[in-house]
């Protein structure tokens, strides 16, 4: 039986039963064959830019005994992905720049039928504001720890206007304290903000830097 790492597990745990997935930069297509293997959905569209993933993917999907109900595709993102092919969206182990263009290419995932499952590895920041700006709802939010390093996964549905956020947000989205791997997270945001910080400050840039400090002074005080 497929074991998934702690990373990929928090995605599988805001994927919704019963509904068909896309599995966007699919890798080796783990994610997917756990899937399938455990009864959680129904069938799988697992693709990758390059060949040599897919390749592998097939391995895999012959390995542990995944049949017709997964299927490969070389895409570009959701490029080769039509509307009817899948309820649930996962793009895990991305930019989040890269995520965020994947999505606004895709304009039919502005359905509220559709869900995304999101796991940036770097800018989740602009991820989150990008996905408000087009009018993306986070319904859940997860950090896990994995191989000693925090991640946040996200699950996000279309809802049109949304109101305005606080100033957290696009830092830490729905984690909150209570959350047991949201402290590492916020460290790990920390970190980050205090290098754009001096970056700020090196380059003069006062407005941003006195942004960043509100930021940081409300990170300290949330989470510790």
């Not at 399938?36 to 542990?64: F, M």
């Not at 460290?187 to 910080?197: E, I």
Request: proline share 6%.
């Amino acid at each position: 039986m497929l074991q998934l790492s702690p990373r990929l597990a928090l995605c599988a745990e805001l994927v919704r039963p019963g509904r068909a997935l896309a599995d966007i930069g699919t890798d080796h297509a783990y994610l997917p064959i756990w899937l399938l293997q455990n009864g959680k959905i129904p069938r799988a569209l697992a693709c990758d830019v390059n060949p040599g993933p897919l390749e592998a993917a097939q391995r895999n999907a012959r390995r542990y005994g995944i049949g017709q109900e997964l299927r490969l595709a070389l895409s570009d993102g959701l490029r080769e992905v039509g509307p009817g092919e899948a309820e649930d969206i996962v793009i895990a182990g991305m930019g989040g720049e890269l995520i965020l263009r994947i999505v606004e290419e895709a304009p039919w995932l502005r359905d509220g039928t559709k869900r995304l499952v999101l796991q940036p590895m770097s800018m989740a920041d602009r991820l989150r504001a990008g996905l408000w700006e087009l009018g993306f709802s986070i319904r859940q939010e997860r950090a896990v720890v994995d191989g000693g390093k925090a991640y946040s996964a996200f699950a996000a549905e279309y809802a049109g206007s949304l109101p305005a956020y606080d100033r957290l947000y696009p830092y830490m989205g729905l984690l909150g304290p209570e959350d047991p791997a949201a402290n590492s997270y916020a460290v790990k945001t920390a970190r980050g903000l205090l290098n754009r910080l001096r970056g700020a400050e090196h380059e003069g840039d006062q407005k941003t830097a006195a942004e960043l400090r509100l930021v940081l002074e409300e990170l300290s005080r949330r989470y510790g």
